[in-house]
Each structure stands twice: as structure tokens, then as C-alpha cells.
């Protein structure tokens, strides 16, 4: 689905996703390069959240330029479908092609901002990522891998050990919401 239906039928979980939507809609409708990166203001990216069967774990990976462990995900780079995206993260990051949707809804939206950086012997300055998350699940004892030039390894852990590792207060606070999201499911 495209991402400008996606947020208009997306119901916000609190008023942080309230004033997200319509800050993302506005981007969407004012902004012709949103959807790529070289944006170097703003623009969208998806994540997953992906879960084991259980619900209890979340499969994380170490990101070699935050030094962190956090969830799957990358930059829409022009693709309007934001589910699409984070299933081929997902599967680039990881390794796993198994995960599947919970639901094809969007599950989270959040603004994250990204401080300035090195990539790829490049500066990057400091800038917003309008980001949609997805519900993913997938079989936890299939194999994991890295994809080494973007995270040095990938791991299940315990949703309480990913919101406590997490060093970013913002990113804290995302993964709180999404973490009473699953559990109120």
C-alpha cells in the first residue's frame, strides 16, 4: 500500500503518532523527495519489529555506526510501500526470509532524529527520519546473519533487555510504546 493511503488509515496510538501523521501527510504533500535519502532535511524509512511466535523476543541487530543494538530497518530510497521495504530490510539485515506480517497496517510511526555521522567515508548531517514501523513475526531458531557493513551481528532478545540496552532516551521511549503495543495485543 502506499504510504500516503497507509498514514491516512493509520489510527495514532497517542498523541506523539497524532502529531507525527500530520506532520509525515504534510512532508508527503509539500516535499517531492521525501522518499529519498538524498533529502538531507528529512525522509521516510521503515522498520520491523519482528517478534518470535511466542511474542516474548524481538531480533535485533548491532549497528556498526550507533555502536547499539536496535530494530531492522532502512531507508525507503524512492519505494512508496513502506511494508515492502522493511520485509527486504528484514531480510538483508538478518538473513531471515521467513518473517511474515502480523498485519500489513502500519503498527508504529515515529520521527527519530538521526544525529550526524560518518557513512561510507561520507558525512552525513544531522537530520529526521519519518519512520513506519511493522509488525513482523518469524520462527526464532532459524539461522541469523549479519549484513556486515551495516551491523556487526544479530541476536533474539527479551523486549525488556531491548528497551533497557537502547542508550538514545527518544529511541527508549519508541521502543516502550511499541513493546505495550505487542503486549496489549
Request: net charge negative.
Amino acid at each position: 500500500m502506499r504510504i500516503k493511503d497507509a498514514l491516512l488509515q493509520y489510527v495514532p496510538y497517542n498523541e506523539q503518532e497524532r502529531v507525527d501523521r500530520e506532520v509525515m501527510l504534510k512532508y508527503l504533500e509539500t516535499m517531492p523527495d521525501v522518499l529519498v535519502r538524498d533529502n538531507l532535511l528529512c525522509h521516510f524509512t521503515a522498520s520491523a519489529w519482528i517478534v518470535n511466535r511466542e511474542r516474548t523476543k524481538v531480533l535485533f541487530a548491532y549497528h556498526n555506526i550507533y555502536k547499539s543494538w536496535t530494530w531492522i530497518g532502512g531507508h525507503a530510497d524512492g519505494m512508496d510501500d513502506m511494508l515492502k521495504v522493511a520485509l527486504k530490510e528484514t531480510e538483508e539485515e538478518t538473513g531471515v526470509s521467513d518473517a511474515r506480517p502480523v498485519s500489513e497496517d502500519i503498527f508504529s510511526i515515529e520521527t527519530v532524529h538521526v544525529e550526524p555521522h560518518i557513512k561510507r567515508g561520507k558525512y552525513v548531517p544531522a537530520h529526521e527520519h519519518f519512520n513506519v514501523t511493522y509488525l513482523l513475526e518469524a520462527n526464532e531458531d532459524v539461522a541469523v546473519r549479519p549484513k556486515l557493513d551495516e551491523n556487526a551481528g544479530v541476536k533474539w532478545i527479551e523486549f525488556d533487555e531491548a528497551i533497557a540496552g537502547t542508550p538514545e532516551p527518544a529511541v527508549v521511549t519508541v521502543f516502550s510504546k511499541i513493546v505495550e503495543k505487542v503486549r496489549n495485543m
